[in-house]
């Protein structure tokens, strides 16, 4: 029974839930982009040795930083998924998949972007941290081709609920490979293991306010994605069709 | 839906009943294939399956073998939850679906000795008996890729003489064999159920076998 | 009826057995990657540099990621013919652990596919002028790390099995989940040519391989009950 309960009450019980946070979360996340839009990117001083690609830096660290909470967040969603079979698990893990693959591909291209200007050049080998968040990304699309490539729902649901598994254990793994195989590769390498320490507590202040903005607004895009994905799984459903009705 | 199979259960002794199936209920991407099916599968009985195409008949099977798990309600063993007797579960059921086991680079011989080896020892002289009792004498070290898909089924038809599994679920399992093959399963089916064994089937021959049920899907 | 009833362990030698057969039986799946693998070492040199001096550098590289797209290559056969003809639902219906007659599967596949490269490194590390003194290193590197392929691979393989048109699939799944295995075996080469020990590398890939054994098996086989549902 509580299986029932569990497969068809949680989507609904989600929907109305989060449509309660929505206008909060929404609300603190235009309050601290807007701070750190406007104070990191326009009124911090530029860095006295970075000039001001360290702007770049405060966007880079924040997403970058963001990028690594999808695989655990996927291993989680997965484990519910093969588990305990909720369906409202694999709606979120299919759209963390999707800006998981976005937000990867926004921390290399800002990555790369800072290093042109600080390093001089758009692709560096020897920073194991664009090396492993390459990967990161070519295992999210792996996941994300899977789900394509699967026509039944459910098979898809549980055969990418397992993939984020093993990924997310291989990720861990390349992770620690990559930053081992680049100490003994460290011969000429341009890149300090901490890029940014030259810089002020404002930066830092900056930078925190920016993670905090850019985890805000995952939050609020994956909530979002869930709904919609809700919706259109649901459709039969008749608090769906009450729902639409209604509006 | 579905209409349950007008089985007394007040007939049979409780623990005689092998499967119970309760309220089953199985949908595939929106559209209900079944919902509230009962039925009880006693010892020495041949439960035949039958509904229209795409009624869930295969699905149903696979069910039951535990192939396929997205289905709701409860299937007893024994008046026991399967998982808890996974292993005697197991190595009492044999499942021949549509596509019937049979690796088409191996010959008849090397087929049964690997499929019948996941479940029971078995000696040569079964394996060449049962052959031939199912008419492949003279294939039995031909690759069965040069068999017609009939006496590909024959293969797997040597199974169940072979197998001393006490349920079988054959989905289909008449599809491709000619009049002789269909009197020969009908023939196993029947020493089966007399042996106290059961059988669920679907097929949309009409079966002549005493101990007969019918269910009927869709 | 059950006092009849195999043990385990023969139910892995029986399926070993079978898969060894049929590996036997279908020779172009084990010759064309072997082939292709051959073949793919040799064009190195043509696209980038006879000299001797360049192909030593690269020497373990060019044969550990040839080895990689030879055993993805090879991995495709691992379910597919079961998955068509029907066995894979014997399989997974036998009362026997699935974790072991997954095992027994990848093992076979790994005897046909994974040991014969190995034993043929040394020759096309001959033709790439890697030293000498680095063979042995190269050829246990790959010997530790064909099979951790094998069984990962073998996860996607599961998970892509009922898919009608697979195209490159297994190939974005699998490639990026090998970097590990690649960076630790061509370290243990380099080091060997530097004239360090090999052994940290290699010891690691040994650990590596024995919690891929423990681990990968029972990741398969879900794979393959999620396939086959």
Known sequence: MWVWFFKLGSPKWFYELSGKWLPWLIGAMVIFMTVGVVWGLVFLPPDYQQGFTSRILIVHVAVAGTSLAFFPLMFVAGTITLVWRMKLADMVAKHAAILGAWFSFITLATGSLWGSVMWGTWWEWTDSRLVSMLFQLFLLLGVISLRSALEDSDAAAKACALLSIVGCINVVIIKYSVEWWNTLHQVSSPVTTDASSPNGPEFWIATLIMIVAVYLFLSVSLILSTRNEILERERKAQWVQDLVLKS | MSSAAPTTSSNFDTDKIMLTARELFCARDDRVLFKNLNFDLPEGQVLQVQGSNGSGKTTLMRILCGLNDSYEGSIKWYGQEIEDQAASFFSSLLYIGHRVGVSKVLTPVENLRWSCSLKQAVSDEQIMAALKEVGLRGFEESPCYTLSAGQQQRVSLARLIISPASLWVLDEPFTTLDTKGVALLENILQRQAHEGGSVMVTTHHSLSIPELTVLSLG | ?229
Do not use: C
């Not at chain 3, 680095?134 to 691979?153: D, R, W």
């Not at chain 3, 061509?186 to 391989?209: D, E, H, I, R």
């Open chain 3, 1 to 229: 009826m059950t006092e009849k009833q195999t043990t385990t362990s023969a139910a892995f030698f029986a399926t070993l057995k079978r898969d060894l057969l049929i590996a036997f039986k279908k020779k172009n799946d084990i010759v064309n990657p072997f082939m292709f693998f051959i073949i793919v070492v040799s064009l190195f040199p043509i696209g980038i540099s006879p000299e001797s001096d360049r192909l030593t550098e690269i020497a373990a590289g060019v044969i550990w990621i040839s080895v990689l797209l030879a055993s993805m290559l090879s991995m495709d056969n691992l379910y597919r013919s079961d998955f068509e003809d029907g066995s894979l639902e014997q399989l997974l219906l036998s009362p026997h652990p699935l974790f072991f007659l997954v095992l027994a599967k990848n093992i076979s596949h790994w005897l046909v596919s994974g040991l014969p490269v190995v034993l043929v490194s040394p020759l096309l590390a001959y033709m790439l002028a890697l030293p000498e003194e680095a063979y042995g290193t190269l050829v246990l590197s790959l010997l530790l790390g064909t099979p951790i392929m094998s069984l990962v691979g073998s996860i996607a393989v599961a998970l892509t099995v009922g898919l009608g048109s697979r195209g490159l699939i297994l190939a974005v799944i699998t490639l990026p989940m090998s970097v590990p295995v690649l960076i630790f075996g061509t370290l243990a080469v380099q080091s060997t040519l530097n004239s360090q020990s090999p052994l940290g590398y290699l010891s690691l890939m040994l650990v590596m391989l024995s919690v891929s054994v423990s681990l990968a098996p029972l990741a398969s086989a879900a794979a393959l009950r999620i396939s086959v549902n």
